[in-house]
């Protein structure tokens, strides 16, 4: 079993759709949770960054870990086009000086 | 754009070689993390370096090696190339301070 799975998708939405991006976990010893973006030919990008458990909201965006679940989720609200891209999961044991375990992402399309 | 650099942006060389890729990471930034990308592993984490000393190791190959200079730039080599390391290849810094790594845009091997 791999420590993070990620449904694979692809995941196809129409414009304006909410969407729900799942991970789930086996490491408990993970503390720190994040959400990157990346687009075709280009780095992973940070969209959300949340430690333990909770939610954490940043404009259309959601992210939600459980902890006791070993499960975590971000919401994209209001979708657009420019959305689509793929989305990673990652997660880490010690924050910023520890590595990032990813999940294998999943590739987004919104459509207009 | 994560402030995060990597040279080059293509390589393409033939198996049995050997190639060097470059990063220099944020301004600041003393910790620098190499990751491999393919489309059947996902993202791994290779290997990271903090302040010029080796820090952690993930799945890295010993064919692969790294190291990271007194100005905090950090090169990763990879030698007697086999087929199966073509991908993309991503540098990571991260503060202290912050529980995030910033990813540069990538470095894409293909190996013929």
């Known amino acids: 079993q791999k420590e993070v799975e990620q449904d694979p998708g692809p995941l196809s939405v129409p414009e304006g759709a909410i969407v729900s991006l799942n991970c789930t976990y086996s490491n408990s010893a993970f503390q720190y949770f994040m959400w990157y973006r990346q687009y075709s030919r280009k780095g992973p990008e940070l969209l959300m960054y949340t430690y333990s458990s909770g939610n954490k909201e940043d404009g259309r965006f959601t992210a939600q870990v459980d902890k006791s679940s070993k499960y975590i989720s971000l919401f994209i609200r209001d979708s657009q086009p420019s959305d689509s891209a793929t989305y990673l999961c990652?997660?880490?044991?010690?924050?910023?000086?520890?590595?990032?375990?990813f999940g294998k992402g999943i590739t987004l399309s919104v459509r207009p | 754009d994560s402030g995060v650099t990597q040279t080059p942006k293509h390589l393409i060389t033939a198996t049995g070689q050997r190639v060097t890729l470059r990063c220099s990471p944020r301004?600041?930034?003393?910790?620098v993390y190499w990751y491999q990308q393919s489309l059947d592993q996902g993202l791994q984490f290779l290997i990271q370096?903090?302040?010029?000393?080796?820090?952690a190791k993930g799945n890295i190959l010993e064919r692969f090696s790294a190291q990271q200079f007194p100005d905090l730039h950090s090169e990763l080599n990879l030698s007697s190339l086999e087929l199966g390391d073509s991908a993309l290849y991503f540098c990571?810094?991260?503060?202290?301070?912050?529980?995030?790594?910033?990813f540069g845009p990538g470095t894409r091997l293909l190996v013929l």
């Open positions: 370096y903090y302040n010029g000393e080796e820090r």
């Open positions: 990652a997660m880490s044991a010690s924050g910023a000086n520890s590595k990032l375990t």
């Open positions: 301004s600041g930034d003393l910790s």
């Open positions: 990571a810094s991260s503060v202290v301070s912050e529980g995030t790594q910033y």
